[in-house]
């Protein structure tokens, strides 16, 4: 029988039988990991370089408006201010004070 090999020699002739080894299993598992973590930060660097230009755009926006609050503010107190409103009054409205003889009380 030199023609044939049984199981036993079969085995001990090929180390390298078609079931795994585990240490060949945990290498593979630990490069599934590692690839499967350095695709998480690269994600998640994105994600974050994404979010603080979106974060610099609104703080940008957030200043110009209180910068056009604030210019408003004044226009406001410019066209509301006494002085102004005495001078419409006068000028396109003709109105005048009254003299202390055109007062009138009026009592309960």
């Not at 408006?65 to 396109?92: D, H, K």
Request: include cysteine; proline fraction near 6%; hydrophobic fraction near 45%.
């Amino acid at each position: 029988m030199q023609g044939r090999l049984s199981p036993r020699m079969l085995r001990a002739a090929w180390p390298a039988n078609r079931r795994p080894s585990w240490r060949l299993l945990l290498v593979i598992g630990l490069v599934l990991a590692c690839l499967i973590t350095a695709m998480v930060v690269v994600n998640t660097s994105h994600q974050t370089r994404a979010q603080y230009a979106r974060l610099q755009q609104l703080e940008r926006e957030r200043d110009q408006l209180q910068t056009e609050w604030g210019q408003l503010l004044l226009e406001e107190s410019a066209w509301s201010s006494p002085a102004r409103i005495e001078r419409l009054a006068v000028e396109r409205l003709e109105m005048r004070l009254p003299h202390v003889n055109e007062v009138e009380v009026i009592r309960p």
